[in-house]
T-cell receptor, first 115, second 117 residues
Framework: AQKVTQAQTEISVVEKEDVTLDCVYETRDTTYYLFWYKQPPSGELVFLIRRNSFDEQNEISGRYSWNFQKSTSSFNFTITASQVVDSAVYFCALSDGNYGQNFVFGPGTRLSVLP | GAVVSQHPSWVICKSGTSVKIECRSLDFQATTMFWYRQFPKQSLMLMATSNEGSKATYEQGVEKDKFLINHASLTLSTLTVTSAHPEDSSFYIC?????????????FGSGTQLSVL
């Protein structure tokens, strides 16, 4: 069975601090996809990144970066120089290779960035 | 990019009434759509998988007679909460799957906040 763990329930940081959100996953599939979504207070899910299991390259997009480590089954997300607008719930998710038929969300991490 | 439209954004209804939520893929055809439920401060839990032209597949513990899903076209899936009760109050989100070649993407609707009085 697939499982996603986000051990940090809530994190509070002060603006301009860097923050890393942890994500650990479990799957028996050799082909799978990992995602991060942001859910602001308004409720909609904002897609941030998708990474397939064969691509372990780290990715940077502006202030966001992701560290994919297959050896530890982790897909951590770092926000550099955090801003108040980054305050949201962040979900890590895992999908199998079968065109996403099984899509599992982690419990989410609530990030509060204080001014 | 692809967009999924979900309506209504919020609805308040009396106990015992039925509520219909629509999920539309605006610029792509979605043979499969998914319905999720999210309780306050909790994660999204898959309720059912909706396949165009066939019956939905419900996750364990989800009452199919309570949550009616219809996926009559490639761009529209509806979730009807029948005889809603206060415990059905929740945030419901749909997603639609777009498959282009070997690439698959999921696009999420903006969610519906249901409050049953």
């Amino acid at each position: 069975a697939q499982k996603v763990t986000q051990a940090q329930t809530e994190i509070s940081v002060v603006e301009k601090e860097d923050v890393t959100l942890d994500c650990v996953y479990e799957t028996r599939d050799t082909t799978y996809y990992l995602f991060w979504y942001k859910q602001p207070p308004s409720g909609e899910l904002v897609f941030l990144i998708r990474r397939n299991s064969f691509d372990e390259q780290n990715e940077i997009s502006g202030r966001y970066s992701w560290n994919f480590q297959k050896s530890t089954s982790s897909f951590n997300f770092t926000i550099t120089a955090s801003q108040v607008v980054d305050s949201a719930v962040y979900f890590c998710a895992l999908s199998d290779g079968n065109y996403g038929q099984n899509f599992v969300f982690g419990p989410g991490t609530r990030l509060s960035v204080l001014p | 990019g692809a967009v999924v439209s979900q309506h209504p954004s919020w609805v308040i209804c009396k106990s015992g009434t039925s509520v219909k939520i629509e999920c539309r893929s605006l610029d792509f055809q979605a043979t499969t759509m998914f319905w999720y439920r999210q309780f306050p401060k909790q994660s999204l839990m898959l309720m059912a998988t909706s396949n165009e032209g066939s019956k939905a597949t419900y996750e364990q513990g989800v009452e199919k007679d309570k949550f009616l899903i219809n996926h009559a076209s490639l761009t529209l899936s509806t979730l009807t909460v029948t005889s809603a009760h206060p415990e059905d109050s929740s945030f419901y989100i749909c997603s639609a799957r777009e498959i282009t070649g070997e690439y698959e993407k999921l696009f999420f609707g903006s969610g519906t906040q249901l409050s049953v009085l």
